[in-house]
């Protein structure tokens, strides 16, 4: 499966942007999908997941209530709705496929698949 992630770019602190993550050679199926993302001189850092069915979603404590994940699996597309951001959001963005047991789901070792990474700014 290859990923492709898209949907960055320079916002606002309060704005949003909503990034996409298609699987290009492949289907999502049976995948459990993943954010990440990297801030600069920060190390990678789990973001949200969401199931293969997409009945549960995990989300980092940071970004509950701003951040919301989705999929829609007959398009092969998992999405990243990015509400209120913060100077704190700016970073790398990657989304990865894999099939992670629950208490390791926010493991970034357990996945496959990673897509090339999207950047995320946010001017204060």
């Known amino acids: 499966v290859q990923l492709q992630a898209f949907g960055g770019g320079l916002v606002q602190a309060g704005g949003s942007l909503r990034l996409s993550c298609a699987a290009s050679d492949g289907t999502f199926n049976g995948y459990t999908m993943a954010w990440f993302r990297q801030p600069p001189g920060k190390e990678r850092e789990f973001v949200s997941v969401i199931r293969w069915s997409g009945g549960s979603t995990y989300y980092r404590d940071s970004v509950k209530g701003r951040f919301t994940t989705s999929r829609d699996n007959a398009k092969n597309t998992v999405y990243l709705q990015m509400n209120d951001l913060k100077p704190e959001d700016a970073a790398v963005y990657y989304c990865?496929?894999?099939?992670?047991?629950?208490?390791?789901?926010?493991?970034?070792?357990?996945?496959?698949?990673w897509g090339q990474g999207t950047l995320v700014t946010v001017s204060s």
């Open positions: 990865a496929a894999g099939r992670p047991i629950l208490s390791a789901i926010r493991n970034d070792n357990m996945y496959y698949y």
